[in-house]
């Protein structure tokens, strides 16, 4: 009643409505009787202060019948320094978070554990981004994994294999658990999805057929056969494009065996040149089954001419250097009268990319140099060392050409960098800035991105040697600076972490 009273009276105005500060004789009562009525707004704005606070803690605590957990046992990790924890605060607000996975990393590296303060939202970033967790699961400490058990959000820190979760958990928990199986024992993780494929939902089956791409191997292959005849389309577009990955398949080997049909290689005669030929495949109820039925609606090739990509891109590339004998990069070369060459390309990128070939990746690069997404998939598939050989050739060209699709590549490439590649390319980003022309505004945005892969040990010879007296550095000198402050950020917050 008092807190519907003064709702009134602050609707209707102190000076209609004298506020009633009159209380009974219990606890309240006498608190809001003390209350000086002659000072109405005063009164009214402090009675409301003291019912508020009074109906939030005036409740009753409701009894809980069950035990309660036991304690956490004590952490043999030490915790990390005051710095540490303030650099971590200013990652979780935002700042530069993308260098949340680095801190983490540095962390483990250092025998050190997440402050307890931190857990918590941590663990919440963990349960929405599941490329954080191999950064994340070891440095939780003892704390981390008991608050874990008792979230179900949190379920992927817990560290023990609960298999009833499958028969029992939400949806995000069964998959939690499938990955984790996957990642460890592969194929008691089939064993259970086989085991209730059937009365899965159909939105859930695609996200657990993705799952099998983790330790990928013969046995799963009877379980993606059924998949492959599912109903739904995104579903059986899966499980082919893992049947696709594997020569040990049966959908790869048969696809194989066509495209060896559909392309052939004309070595080149006198006055002619190595060249390529190809025929367009039909449409046929086996192809079909194997999903290559009809093309997405964003796709530019001709519906035949797509289904001799989807062909080519489930044959191992390296079949084509074996059969015809010729390096990755002369069969490109050969490939470029072929009046289906942009078929062919496409093949070969999704087949590069399916069976890690290193060698078709190295020569299929410059091909993509500036995509959205193919760029960095064929430079995740060659080695660190051989990307880095690739790069500083490029950048040690003595045309511009190479030198610019070298940085080009790296603004698209999420990947640490040598100290050598490190100074190759700020040598080239000077260079830029010397020839007084105008900014390359994708460089100098590309920047920013760079200084999370220099070594950061690296910082102050990254600072020197800048042309400030160029005439143009006026429209460097921000984009410059933002990459030399982010650079000591994660110099100093390695550092700190060291302490």
């Not at 540490?84 to 996975?101: I, V, Y």
């Not at 990955?179 to 859930?204: D, K, S, Y």
């Not at 577009?237 to 080997?253: E, G, V, Y």
Request: include cysteine.
């Amino acid at each position: 009643m008092a807190w519907r009273e003064l709702v009134t009276c602050a609707l209707l105005g102190t000076e209609r409505q004298t506020p009633s500060v009159a209380g009974d004789e219990d606890a309240l009562g006498q608190v809001l009787g003390r209350l000086d009525e002659d000072d109405r707004e005063g009164a009214l704005l402090r009675a409301a202060g003291v019912v508020a606070l009074w109906r939030r803690a005036g409740r009753r605590l409701a009894d809980d019948p069950q035990s309660p957990p036991p304690p956490c046992e004590p952490d043999a990790a030490p915790g990390c320094g005051r710095l540490a924890r303030q650099h971590l605060a200013l990652l979780l607000q935002g700042h530069d978070s993308e260098l949340l996975p680095e801190w983490l990393e540095a962390l483990g590296a250092a025998g050190r554990r997440v402050p307890e303060e931190w857990l918590p939202a941590l663990l919440d970033v963990g349960a929405k981004q599941t490329a954080l967790r191999p950064a994340l699961l070891p440095v939780l400490g003892q704390r981390g994994r008991w608050l874990a058990r008792h979230n179900s959000d949190w379920s992927y820190a817990i560290g023990t294999i609960d298999e009833t979760i499958w028969q029992t958990g939400r949806f995000e928990e069964r998959l939690a658990l499938l990955r984790q199986l996957r990642a460890f024992q592969p194929e008691r993780g089939r064993e259970l999805l086989a085991a209730t494929w059937g009365e899965e939902l159909v939105r859930h089956r695609r996200e657990f057929i993705l799952v099998l791409a983790t330790g990928l191997n013969p046995a799963d292959e009877p379980l993606l056969e059924i998949a492959l005849d599912d109903r739904n389309g995104e579903v059986a577009r899966t499980a082919a494009d893992l049947l696709a990955r594997s020569p040990q398949f049966r959908l790869s080997r048969e696809l194989t065996a066509r495209a060896l049909r559909l392309l052939r290689f004309q070595p080149a005669g006198l006055l002619k040149r190595d060249r390529l030929e190809a025929d367009l495949p039909e449409d046929e109820p086996a192809l079909r089954r194997d999903g290559i039925a009809d093309p997405p609606s964003n796709v530019k090739l001709g519906e035949k001419a797509w289904r001799l990509s989807q062909i080519v891109a489930a044959t191992p590339p390296a079949t084509w250097c074996r059969e015809w004998r010729r390096t990755p990069a002369e069969i490109l070369v050969a490939s470029r009268d072929c009046e289906w060459r942009q078929a062919l390309l496409d093949g070969w990128v999704l087949a590069t990319q399916r069976h890690r070939d290193a060698d078709w990746a190295e020569a299929l690069l410059p091909l993509h140099p500036d995509h959205a997404t193919l760029t960095a998939a064929l430079a995740d598939v060659l080695p660190p060392a051989r990307f880095e050989a690739y790069l500083l050739t490029l950048l040690r060209e003595a045309s511009g050409g190479g030198r610019a699709a070298a940085l080009v590549v790296l603004s698209h490439v999420e990947r640490p960098w040598s100290v050598e590649l490190g100074r190759a390319v700020l040598e080239q980003v000077r260079q830029r800035i010397r020839q007084d022309k105008q900014p390359d505004w994708w460089l100098a945005s590309a920047l920013r991105g760079f200084a999370r892969w220099l070594p950061p040990e690296f910082s102050e010879e990254a600072a020197a040697g800048w042309p400030t007296e160029s005439r143009q550095w006026s429209q460097w000198e921000t984009a410059v600076n933002e990459f030399l402050d982010r650079l000591r950020f994660r110099r100093a917050m390695r550092e700190a972490i060291a302490q």
